[in-house]
């Protein structure tokens, strides 16, 4: 059975930081690129930041360009997603899911979903 668990999120505010943590289970992890993805309320869900297999390469939605960083952790089967200088337009849920065939910032090739943590950054 395959599983994504999103962890971390939380209420901070502006100009603070968190860290989610996407830790995954029956799957082989080093074949797959993990994708963060958030979706905040009355909006549609937005690609955010990918991270290939074998830590090849990252790729960042312009929203979180220079302020979010991924990375993932092969020996824990686990990936991260830094959260730096937040501000309110980053509240939203955020989910981590699982792709086999690459890095995309488009929800629909992937195959496996978290079921999302929550995010809320207060002025």
């Known amino acids: 059975q395959v599983q994504l668990v999103e962890s971390g999120g939380g209420l901070v505010k502006t100009g603070e930081s968190l860290r989610l943590s996407c830790a995954t289970s029956g799957i082989t992890f080093d074949e797959y690129a993990i994708g963060w993805f958030r979706q905040a309320p009355g909006k549609e869900r937005e690609g955010i930041s990918c991270?290939?297999?074998?830590?090849?390469?990252?790729t960042y939605a312009d929203s979180v360009k220079g302020r979010f960083t991924v990375s993932r952790d092969n020996a824990k089967n686990t990936v991260y997603l830094q959260l730096n200088n937040l501000t309110p337009e980053d509240t939203a849920v955020y989910y981590c899911?699982?792709?086999?065939?690459?890095?995309?910032?488009?929800?629909?090739?992937?195959?496996?979903w978290g079921q999302g943590t929550q995010v809320t950054v207060v002025s």
């Open positions: 991270i290939s297999r074998g830590d090849i390469g990252t």
């Open positions: 899911a699982a792709e086999w065939t690459g890095c995309t910032l488009a929800a629909g090739p992937y195959d496996y």
